[in-house]
């Protein structure tokens, strides 16, 4: 098992940060959970504490990954949501038992009926049909990285976002416009 794994790509939208344990999906592709562990890992870190995870839970999870990533990047395009994509969303949607609860600071968690992928699963479908249905305020968006193209809710105020993450792809496209600025040599007035 190696070492190290990939970082996670966090955000505050648990179905399309979801999609980003899958990276450069138009360059070269980096697996951000390529073993059941990293999947336990990831939803940890989302509130979704569970028990273990087996080799076929993390293919479901994969699996709903794809699913949400399709739905979400034919939303982002105005294009027709997937049907395959939409069944398998309901599908994970209904198979886990979670339920939303309010603490006492008002903030909305969610409740695991077990320790299992499936309860967690449920929860990431439940997120991805909110903002796929248009109940959430915000728009879905496709990264402007050429090798990146991840599908992100976009929540800022103009909804004019490019990049799903200004520290991972916003700065490499910045540092790339520069360096080929700096090929070019200086500016010539007209």
């Given at each position: 098992m190696p070492a190290e794994f990939p970082d996670f790509r966090l955000g505050t939208v648990p179905a399309t940060s979801f999609t980003a344990t899958l990276t450069e999906r138009q360059g070269e592709p980096v697996e951000r959970i390529p073993v059941p562990q990293r999947l336990v890992d990831w939803l940890a870190v989302y509130g979704l504490a569970v028990d273990s995870c087996t080799p076929a839970q993390l293919g479901l999870a994969r699996e709903l990954r794809e699913a949400v990533h399709a739905a979400a990047t034919a939303a982002a395009t105005g294009a027709r949501l997937p049907a395959a994509a939409v069944r398998v969303i309901n599908d994970r949607s209904v198979e886990g038992r979670a339920a939303a609860?309010?603490?006492?600071?008002?903030?909305?968690?969610?409740h695991l009926a077990s320790g299992s992928v499936e309860d967690a699963l449920s929860v990431i479908a439940a997120d991805a049909i909110g903002i796929l249905s248009g109940e959430r305020d915000g728009k879905l968006a496709l990264c402007a990285s050429p090798t990146c193209r991840a599908a992100f809710f976009d929540t800022s105020q103009s909804r004019s976002r490019k990049w799903c993450d200004m520290n991972t792809c916003g700065n490499r496209q910045k540092k790339a416009r520069f360096h080929a600025k700096q090929r070019k040599g200086p500016a010539t007035a007209e």
């Open positions: 609860v309010l603490t006492p600071e008002g903030e909305r968690r969610w």
